[in-house]
């Protein structure tokens, strides 16, 4: 394996309600781990990728067990600096139904990674050799630390030659130490090769404004081609924007699209009506990762938006954070076989 892939942020214990329950509505809770990065480099290497992930976590039972969940992916796991006397973040995760939504409450504060400092990691050893690293705007929205860290990673990967792709991924519940997004994501979008995002996400985050309006409940494709022409005028330094285009219909139904503005032109993705949807959550990671694979293995911009949007729709039918799509699934869907017949 030729490519080596790089990514840095959180990862969490994710605390489900059982199916469609609400949050305690039962004395259980289903425990899993999970984060924005830590699903990327899980769904690369499960396309056989060499996928790195870097972090810190505690140097306790619920650290470890985390890194062995990832370990079992066959990520690579050797720069998870394990931190004494600190914390795993927690969210909680309520599944909606209908028309009632899925819920997620954070409990991340003072977590290992939210205390982490540049020092705490050779970014540049790390990166070395690399070909690609990723990372995303949930990691500078935890702290000045994490964004430090964000930051100071992906000027190590410019430095090494690697291409930078960054979700912008807007959370507004973690926007809380004294920055506004704005401040902190244009500057770290000056070392970024590739942006994924959707319309929200670069308005929030660039305060880059559309001129739309997302709730009609039609998706006016021009105006994200508009868009991201915008993003590229602002920042020269990006040649391929990604945006993920859902209609969330209700808890069950979206519908699921792309758009890329690519080195080549501007592509539409296949649109997929996805229903009965398992689990949304991770839908983006998998989407992100679906996009770092198809630009580094295809030279066709199209086929590339559309293994991407493929792969994400896949993940709609897992349980957990994580797409454990394989490559030949998310290829046979491209191809357009979505029977969901049984394989023997």
Not at 109 to 126: R, Y
Not at 155 to 182: F, H, M
Request: net charge negative.
């Amino acid at each position: 394996m030729t490519n080596k892939y790089v990514t840095f942020g959180e990862v969490m214990l994710r605390l489900k309600s059982p199916e469609r329950t609400r949050l305690f509505q039962t004395p259980s809770l289903e425990a899993t781990f999970g984060g924005g990065e830590a699903n990327v480099s899980v769904s690369l290497s499960i396309f056989g990728e060499k996928a790195k992930f870097v972090t810190a976590v505690p140097e306790n039972a619920v650290g470890e067990a985390c890194v062995r969940e990832l370990m079992k992916y066959g990520v690579d796991t050797s720069d998870i600096k394990q931190v004494k006397g600190s914390r795993l973040g927690i969210y909680y995760l309520e599944t909606g139904a209908n028309q009632r939504p899925s819920l997620v409450v954070y409990d991340r504060a003072d977590s290992a990674i939210a205390n982490a400092k540049p020092e705490d990691f050779d970014f540049a050893a790390i990166l070395d050799g690399a070909t690609w690293f990723h990372t995303t705007g949930i990691t500078p929205a935890i702290s000045q630390g994490a964004a430090d860290c964000a930051l100071a990673a992906m000027k190590a990967a410019k430095a090494a030659g690697a291409t930078v792709s960054i979700d912008l991924n807007y959370r507004k519940k973690l926007w809380n130490y004294g920055k506004k997004a704005p401040e902190v994501m244009r500057e770290l979008v000056k070392y970024a090769d590739v942006i994924i995002a959707n319309e929200e996400d670069i308005q929030k985050c660039l305060g880059i404004e559309a001129d739309s309006d997302v709730t009609s409940g039609e998706l006016d494709t021009k105006v994200y081609e508009n868009l991201a022409a915008e993003v590229k005028k602002q920042f020269p330094n990006v040649s391929v924007v990604a945006i993920t285009l859902r209609e969330s219909k209700s808890a069950d139904r979206n519908g699921w699209s792309a758009a890329l503005s690519g080195k080549t032109g501007f592509y539409l993705s296949r649109h997929y009506e996805i229903t009965d949807i398992i689990d949304r959550v991770g839908g983006g990671d998998s989407f992100a990762a679906g996009i770092i694979y198809g630009l580094s293995h295809y030279e066709d911009e199209q086929y590339a938006i559309n293994f991407a949007v493929a792969s994400s729709c896949l993940k709609h039918s897992i349980d957990g954070d994580f797409n454990l799509s394989r490559l030949s699934e998310v290829e046979a869907l491209c191809k357009g076989d979505g029977s969901g017949r049984v394989q023997r």
